[in-house]
């Protein structure tokens, strides 16, 4: 097991915030929260990927104490940007007992996965035991050692070809691809572990999730990430010499498909409500994380043309099999349970993050 502490601001930030590691994350030395004290502690898997380092980001700026466990698979240790990163792999039960011996976490949030869909269809074991079978090991760790919040990332993915104006969390789960049934058996065995020991979780289902940290320090790097927004910031950048519209034929106002776009930093902050939510004792919650905006594929594109400036190149394809016309989610429920509002963040104002992002990537790996 290797231990690093992640980069931080300025020097003197950084030494605090040693401090502060140090002293949360003594070997030997099991760690319970100080009653009447609001730092939480909390174990982040995926803590180095996207999401999830946007999440640690909001955490230890909010002071709270985070271990990061993370293989690097598609996390960069430079994203950890508070607490400590572990590295080590969820299917390593030795390891997630021995982090779980050594800190008394409050909660636990699960960004850790695979996430690539069409990988997923082609190698769908590793789906399986990534993503599902590494929740259950999980699961069995939090059991085990009295960690009673969990706050889990699912996806629109486990609703398949929904076409209804918004999808609601009642929606039936039909998934159409490894990847989101890998999520919808994983929420099933939380909430089956949940009805059968005393943890309480919050399941968040995401939909498109996009955009990049106002400071530029974090956004989306995996290798195979497919994802439209990023897509079309990489053509403007005269990375790929064009891109496809798959499908311009749908029943839409434009004829391309329309899905709900979040921004990441909202995404992370909608993470702080839910630990706050199960910490004041909220029951367990299935819940759409999306804006209930839609966006087609077309305005994507001329939104990311616009901030961009660059006229790029895109052609139309072939439909994908399996991608349904619309998917936008009804939000309802996550306004009435953590009092969320979306912060209105504009189409343009997250191409414009992903952009910023994508040239600071091209930067420093060119
Ligand atoms: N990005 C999206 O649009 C989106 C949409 C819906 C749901 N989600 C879910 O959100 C979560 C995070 O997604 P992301 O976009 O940040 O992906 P990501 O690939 O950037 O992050 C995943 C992180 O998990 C780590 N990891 C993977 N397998 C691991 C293992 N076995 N042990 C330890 N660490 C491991 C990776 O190194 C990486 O840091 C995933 O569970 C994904 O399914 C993402």
Excluded at 308 to 320: K, L
Excluded at 335 to 351: H, M, N, S, V, Y
Aim: proline share 3%; net charge neutral.
């Amino acid at each position: 097991m290797e231990t690093a502490c992640g980069a931080g601001g300025g020097k003197r930030f950084r030494e605090w915030r040693l401090r502060r590691t140090l002293d949360c994350y003594n070997p030997g030395v099991k760690i319970t929260a100080h009653s009447g004290n609001a730092r939480i502690r909390i174990l982040i898997t995926g803590g180095a990927g996207y999401i999830g380092s946007h999440v640690v980001k909001q955490l230890g700026d909010a002071g709270h104490a985070v271990t990061v466990l993370d293989n690097l698979s598609t996390g960069r240790r430079e994203a950890v940007l508070n607490g400590e990163l572990i590295v080590g792999d969820l299917a390593d039960a030795a390891l997630l007992d021995s982090v779980f011996g050594r800190v008394q976490f409050d909660a636990v949030m699960h960004f850790a996965g695979s996430i690539v869909v069409p990988e997923s269809v082609v190698d769908p074991i590793k789906y399986y035991a990534n993503n599902t079978a590494n929740t259950l090991q999980l699961l069995g760790a939090c059991v085990r050692h009295g960690v009673n919040r969990f706050i889990f990332s699912s996806t629109a993915a486990v609703y398949g070809v929904a076409d209804q104006a918004l999808v609601s969390e009642d929606e039936p789960l039909a998934p159409i691809n490894p990847y989101g049934a890998s999520k919808m058996m994983s929420e099933r065995m939380i909430a089956d572990v949940a009805a059968a020991h005393p943890l309480k979780y919050v399941i968040l289902r995401y939909f498109n999730v996009a955009g990049a940290d106002a400071g530029g320090r974090l956004g989306q790097s995996g290798a195979g990430a497919s994802h439209l927004i990023r897509v079309a910031c990489q053509t403007a950048l005269g990375m790929r010499p064009e891109m496809t519209i798959y499908g311009d034929d749908y029943p839409t106002p434009d004829g391309t498909c329309i899905r709900d776009y979040i921004h990441v930093e909202d995404l992370a902050e909608a993470h702080l409500q839910a630990l706050t939510y199960l910490q004041r004792g909220g029951d367990s919650a299935t819940l759409n994380f999306g804006y209930g905006r839609g966006r087609s594929v077309r305005e994507v594109i001329e939104a990311v043309k616009q901030v961009s400036g660059v006229d790029f190149a895109v052609r139309v394809g072939e439909r994908r099999a399996g991608d349904p016309a619309r998917l936008v989610a009804a939000n309802a429920r996550l306004k009435a349970a953590f009092g969320w509002q979306p912060r209105g963040t504009t189409l343009d104002e997250i191409a414009r993050a992903a952009l910023t992002w994508e040239k600071r990537l091209l930067a420093t790996t060119s």
